[in-house]
């Protein structure tokens, strides 16, 4: 088994920045991809960004440019640096690790872009 804490969420401004954080730990490969979905009120969970443990990373469209993952692969954790957020933004953050075809997930941390 794989457990993921999340840390980081919160309420900001539009145009403010947060980061957010996962630790994995237990029974954690060397071989993984991990990285954040996000699901808003009323909608389905959604890709935000991933990141291989050799740094392959890959984002959604709406975050491109804003949100820069990365990835410390000795303390097995995953950063999300999000910047301009937006209103649009406001979900709840979940971490996630896939590995050896398995996906595990953290508990989701709440992200509030609001003034």
């Known amino acids: 088994q794989v457990q993921l804490v999340e840390s980081g969420g919160g309420l900001v401004q539009p145009g403010g920045s947060l980061t957010l954080s996962c630790a994995a730990s237990?029974?954690?490969?060397?071989?993984?991809?991990m990285g954040w979905y996000r699901q808003a009120p009323g909608k389905q969970r959604e890709l935000v960004a991933t990141?291989?443990?050799?740094?392959?990373?890959n984002y959604a469209a709406s975050v491109k440019g804003r949100f820069t993952i990365s990835t410390d692969n000795a303390k097995n954790t995953v950063n999300l640096q999000m910047n301009s957020l937006r209103p649009e933004d406001t979900a709840v953050y979940y971490c996630?690790?896939?590995?050896?075809?398995?996906?595990?997930w953290g508990q989701g941390t709440q992200v509030t872009v609001s003034s």
């Open positions: 996630t690790r896939i590995q050896s075809t398995r996906w595990y």
């Open positions: 990141i291989t443990n050799t740094r392959y990373t």
């Open positions: 237990g029974n954690t490969f060397s071989i993984y991809t």
